[in-house]
């Protein structure tokens, strides 16, 4: 098993920043993929960024070139820069792992909300 523990969240005007942390225990040298994704109430959970052991990343569209995944394996522990953010950034992010042999984990989420 995997514990993740997000941290960061908040509220931010637009064209503000904030930086998502992310710390795993438990099984995390089978750790393959860490990543975030958001939902916002209604809609469903949409995929923001996400980083390989390796250090290749994906990111969504939408995000693209103003937010950075990034990862400290020595600490198990992973970030998600969000910079000029937008009010449609707001949703709860959550925290995700992929272990090698098929399983995932999430995190409790952490809201972040972006208004004036």
């Known amino acids: 098993q995997v514990q993740l523990v997000e941290s960061g969240g908040g509220l931010v005007q637009p064209g503000g920043s904030l930086r998502l942390s992310c710390s795993a225990s438990?099984?995390?040298?089978?750790?393959?993929?860490m990543g975030w994704y958001r939902q916002v109430p209604g809609k469903e959970r949409e995929l923001a960024a996400t980083i390989t052991i390796n250090g290749m990343t994906n990111y969504a569209d939408s995000v693209k070139d103003r937010f950075i995944i990034s990862r400290d394996n020595a600490k198990d522990t992973w970030y998600l820069q969000m910079n000029s953010l937008k009010p449609q950034d707001t949703a709860v992010y959550y925290c995700?792992?992929?272990?090698?042999?098929?399983?995932?984990?999430w995190g409790q989420g952490t809201p972040v909300t972006v208004s004036s």
């Open positions: 995700y792992t992929f272990l090698y042999g098929a399983q995932e984990y």
């Open positions: 438990g099984r995390t040298f089978s750790i393959y993929v």
